[in-house]
């Protein structure tokens, strides 16, 4: 179940963005619509698409998995159903900024596409 009906789709990918921050999967996963869409950052040139939950999770695994690494928003905003959000990823030796553009539907994210400067 997402959040509350009435939760807008920003309130719903900041809540989303908590869950990778602190690295809890299972939060995250349960903030996913079973028909959810995710395209990965790479391989370049058009990164991978998962769809479903079990493929999403099996990539994030690593991610989620990493305890050095930190995911922190630098700007989000909202137009309708959608989302766009600037972040950083840090890992240890390294980070790298980009941007993921949000579905949210009945207050679950559905799509999370996402960028990253090369």
Do not use: N
Not at 75 to 81: I, V, Y
Request: contains cysteine.
């Amino acid at each position: 179940m997402g959040l509350q009906m009435s939760a807008s789709p920003r309130d719903v990918v900041e809540a989303f963005g908590a869950a990778w921050a602190a690295h809890d999967l299972d939060a995250a996963m349960a903030l996913i619509t079973d028909d959810c869409v995710f395209d990965a950052t790479g391989p370049p040139p058009d990164g991978a698409r998962h769809s479903g939950p079990e493929e999403i999770r099996q990539a994030w695994r690593a991610i989620f998995d990493d305890p050095g690494s930190r995911f922190e928003p630098e700007e989000t905003f909202e137009a309708a159903d959608r989302v766009v959000q600037l972040w950083r990823y840090s890992w240890e030796g390294g980070h790298v900024r980009g941007v993921d553009v949000f579905k949210v539907r009945d207050g679950l994210v559905a799509e999370k596409l996402s960028y990253v400067k090369g």
